[in-house]
């Protein structure tokens, strides 16, 4: 409920109705302004408005189109709170309505007279059946503030657009690591029940117990209900749940809809089987909300690394670089899960993503590079080399609508945003081909079996870390400790661990969404930069102390020629500034 002499343009309403979705808008403060929205092919002939003032107020108007708008006066109502009721109406003989007959009925002022109107027979109009409906109703505010008028500028109110309800639900389905490390624990050793989506710890699906079964190595029972355990929640907290974005996506994702690979060319390849059709719901309307761009992130701050580490030392390898006095007791006693999961874990080594595939796709859907021993050289067929500059323009763009929308005494233009994101959602639509989807799975999977792995507790009995130090997740602290020991730089894992998640909301926000549309307003990429507004900005703050480039609408005025850079780049160059200095102290 909303002060209707406030700054709120826009009211919270109760749906009652399934076919119609009922709006209403503050115009002024004068007025109230409704938008009655078919959904489906239900009409009603006749809607009936009623405010419970005093006198009652009651608006009749026929139907106009699939939209029908009106509008009632509050200018002269009191201080107090009203109840506003939407009902549609109509006759159910096929006859149609005369507005006549209300201006020379009596005064009526409520719902109830009507219907005493419908049903009493005159010369005039002989009753009829009819049928009627609540559609939706919704509560305002009318009051003065005091006995002195208060001026105050606020920013310019936005229209509500419906895919603001499929961004909520990409923030909604983030993974999240504390929920998935205690999910796994009580996986591992409890017995099986029903899956709970709301507290994973109370589930340890049936089906991955059957996969305590013998396998052709020796003791890897535990890695065996880590991988799968993994799957299965990925499975269940990482796809979109179609029934939370109704509105977007009655059908399918917009998105689909310009494709010139159509939608219905591609469906006519599944038979009509329920194994088909299954398959088609999940690739067709429920995508998994996960951007490889996370996996990027925990590669850049050493995650992998740190691993393989971990399993060279596992097999008595010597690592060097002054690291092997450091973790020369790393001595796990088979008595403890962490030996036998190590040990399934390097075992199946064959059936993991390698590094230079990883880079390969990396550059493949971004043009983002990691250079090193381990990622050989090779010739790209296909690479976005110019997804970095447009990223960062988007970044910087959405940083100076935000200046703008935070000055009151001007309205922000939202244009260039919305040219950013559709240039932005083009170039990730050339990257989402060939391995695009399974590769992204993939290695999600497999890093968050790592984290899983670094974060047990036995890691730390041999690595350490700062106990003070208030880290997110739990395996971060360990990755902190080994970037230490091998000089990977003084950046903590922390602001890659942002990069991470928050460069993941972005991305899917503008790959799955509509910005291909030559008729999108720009009050969508408005929306869009005021919902995101926390992930830009710390996407921002997190790149600018990982690369040393700021993003931000300050560093557009004079140019920043870092910002178009490759970050892994700009990293190697921050980490041999840091020696360079280590070295001159000393």
């Known amino acids: 409920m909303r002060r209707i002499n406030r700054v709120a343009n826009y009211f919270e309403y109760s749906n009652e109705h399934p076919s119609f979705k009922v709006r209403a808008f503050n115009d002024d403060n004068k007025q109230v302004r409704l938008m009655i929205s078919e959904r489906d092919s239900l009409q009603f002939d006749l809607y009936f408005i009623h405010v419970n003032s005093t006198p009652q107020q009651v608006t009749y108007l026929l139907r106009q189109d699939v939209n029908t708008e009106t509008s009632f006066n509050i200018i002269r109502l009191t201080d107090g709170v009203y109840a506003c009721s939407i009902y549609g109406i109509r006759r159910t003989d096929g006859g149609n309505f005369d507005l006549q007959i209300f201006d020379t009925a009596d005064a009526f002022d409520s719902i109830e007279d009507l219907d005493d109107l419908f049903n009493t027979s005159s010369s005039e109009n002989g009753s009829f059946p009819y049928e009627r409906a609540l559609l939706g109703q919704f509560d305002f505010d009318c009051g003065s503030e005091d006995e002195f008028t208060k001026v105050r500028m606020e920013r310019a109110g936005l229209t509500q657009t419906d895919d603001e309800e499929f961004w909520k639900a990409i923030k909604k389905h983030q993974l999240n690591f504390k929920q998935y490390f205690q999910f796994i624990n009580h996986a591992m050793y409890r017995p099986s029940s029903k899956f709970n989506s709301i507290d994973p710890r109370n589930t340890s699906p049936a089906y991955i117990n059957a996969e305590r079964r013998s396998n052709v190595f020796v003791g890897i029972n535990e890695y065996q209900m880590l991988k799968m355990g993994t799957e299965f929640y990925m499975l269940k907290l990482s796809a979109l749940d179609e029934n939370q974005v109704t509105q977007y996506m009655p059908d399918r994702l917009p998105y689909f809809e310009h494709l010139s690979d159509t939608y219905e060319s591609a469906d006519a390849e599944y038979p009509d089987t329920p194994i088909a059709n299954r398959i088609k719901q999940t690739r067709f309307k429920t995508p998994f909300f996960i951007e490889l761009i996370w996996s990027y992130w925990m590669e850049q701050g050493m995650l992998m690394q740190t691993m393989n580490l971990i399993n060279l ?274």
Not at 349 to 368: A, F, K
Not at 473 to 498: A, H, N
Not at 500 to 524: C, F, Q, T
Request: proline fraction near 4%; hydrophobic fraction near 40%.
């Open 313 to 586: 030392r596992f097999q008595n390898m010597s690592i060097g670089n002054g690291v092997a006095n450091q973790l020369a007791r790393f001595d796990l006693s088979p008595l403890r899960p962490l030996s036998h999961l190590l040990w399934g874990f390097i075992q199946d080594e064959q059936h993991r993503l390698s590094l230079p595939r990883r880079v390969q796709e990396y550059d493949h859907e971004y043009g983002l590079t990691l250079p090193g021993r381990a990622a050989q050289a090779y010739a790209p067929a296909d690479s976005r080399s110019k997804f970095l500059e447009a990223f960062h323009n988007l970044l910087t763009t959405a940083s100076i609508y935000y200046k703008e929308a935070d000055d009151t005494t001007r309205i922000a233009d939202a244009f260039p945003v919305l040219n950013c994101l559709k240039e932005v959602h083009l170039l990730l639509a050339e990257g989402n081909h060939n391995a695009y989807g399974n590769l992204t799975w993939t290695a999600r999977h497999e890093m968050m079996m790592t984290q899983y792995l670094i974060a047990r507790d036995e890691t730390r009995v041999f690595l350490g870390g700062r106990p003070m130090v208030p880290y997110p997740e739990e395996w971060m602290d360990r990755v902190d400790t080994m970037r230490s020991m091998m000089g990977w730089g003084g950046t903590s894992i922390t602001y890659f661990y942002d990069l991470a998640i928050h460069g993941e909301k972005l991305l899917l926000s503008v790959r799955y969404g509509d910005w291909s549309d030559a008729n999108m307003p720009a009050v969508n990429a408005a929306n869009w930069a005021l919902s995101f507004r926390d992930s830009v900005q710390k996407y921002m703050h997190g790149y600018r102390t990982v690369t040393g480039a700021d993003l931000s609408a300050d560093a557009a005025v004079g140019g920043s020629a870092m910002r178009s850079l490759q970050p892994s780049l700009l990293i190697q160059r921050r980490v041999q500034e840091e020696r360079s200095r280590i070295q001159r102290r000393a």
